[in-house]
């Protein structure tokens, strides 16, 4: 059930449901006539002091509109509190605002929730990477020493395969990290272009071999070196042509472009792919955390996990812009833009 109450249009309670009296233990009567804010809204999450004037609630009535937000904290009448999300929607009367309709939910569990998703994501990624940097480690060792071909191609499949789940893992700790409300930290250098593409292509040739999909490169050796930070790009266009080569089928082609746009101030990437293509309706949920796309085609979802929910926090930092361009039955591709001058 949900708070419901009514405030004039300075923030005096004028009606109160049952629901908010057993959430609030404050009976009709103790509220009507009071001022809200001041009763219940009276602090901000963490504690500090919380002027009405600064309220979602009070401002969106000065503007004539409503609000949402999900971050606040109520107190109930034996000076316990819960966290909330709240709805404030204006009372209009010919063309006149006369008050707000606030509706309060209790989001307690929620945020329960959240944490235990926080500790549960921080405990897998510390624990896995660790003991997988080791392992990545001890084979890249190995593969310096004399083998026969089978042995190599083994011993490559396993580095290849530790490489993609210490990206996986690195991607959950990034985003992790930015949902808790830090932000992706930038190592800056110049960096080349050129470099940027044979780091990633050779980190997904096997995987392209495997499939016997050609992998193709077209990439402008001129193009001007610009700052940023190399291996979140390496690991973004990693990303971008790991999930290209995933959705091709085999003897298809996988194409990553790089070139300069001066009046734009731009060096635009784009990996493009021969695979069955997105739908438009899905291209923005494509690149939130474990995003699906459903393939009616092929009568199944096509996971696109966190690599890019990723690749997104990643070109953004760097003051970039990403997208998606796409045609069923034709292919995608996958490009971002990012300024030279960063």
């Known amino acids: ?7 004039d249009n300075e923030g005096h309670c004028t009606f109160f449901n049952w629901a908010a009296s057993g959430m609030t233990r404050f009976t009709t ?34 503007n004539q509109s409503g609000c949402h937000s999900e971050d606040e904290m109520i107190w109930r009448k034996d000076g316990t509190s819960f966290p909330a999300e709240l709805t404030s929607s204006p009372i209009i009367e010919d063309g006149v605002v006369r008050g707000a309709v606030v509706t309060i939910n209790n989001i307690t569990r929620r945020k329960q929730l959240e ?32 083998m026969n071909s089978d042995q190599q191609e083994l011993l490559e499949i396993g580095i290849a395969g530790g490489e993609t789940l210490l990206g996986m893992v690195n991607d959950l700790l990034d985003i992790s990290k930015s949902e808790s409300g830090g932000s992706l930290s930038l190592e800056r ?15 997904v040739a096997l995987l392209a071999r495997q499939k016997t999909i050609t992998l193709l490169s077209d990439a402008d050796s001129a193009i001007t070196p610009f700052v940023g930070d190399r ?10 042509l790991g999930n290209a080569l995933k959705f091709t089928p085999c003897g298809g082609q996988v194409t990553l472009r790089v070139s300069e746009h001066p009046t734009s101030g731009e060096i635009v990437f784009a990996v493009q792919d021969t695979g069955e293509g997105i739908p438009a309706e899905a291209f923005e949920r494509i690149f939130e955390k474990f995003g699906q796309v459903e393939d009616r085609r092929l009568g199944r979802k096509m996971s696109t996990g966190l690599g890019l929910t990723f690749c997104k926090m990643a070109i953004e930092a760097h003051g970039g812009r990403i997208w998606v361009e796409s045609e069923r039955g034709v292919g995608s591709t996958f490009s971002f833009a990012l300024p030279i001058s960063s």
């Open 115 to 146: 944490k235990l998703r926080d500790d549960l994501t921080d405990m897998i990624v510390h624990d896995l990477r660790t003991p997988l940097t080791s392992i990545l480690s001890g084979m890249q060792t190995l593969a310096i020493t004399p």
């Open 231 to 240: 291996e979140k790009l390496v690991r973004t266009l990693v990303n971008l």
């Open 1 to 7: 059930s949900s708070i419901v109450y009514g405030i």
């Open 29 to 62: 009567e103790e509220v009507l006539g009071r001022n809200m804010h001041a009763l219940i809204h009276h602090t901000h999450p963490n504690g500090d002091p919380f002027p009405e004037d600064e309220c979602p609630i009070y401002q969106a009535l000065q």
């Open 189 to 203: 250098a110049t960096v080349s272009a050129q470099d940027l593409v044979t780091d990633a292509l050779q980190q």
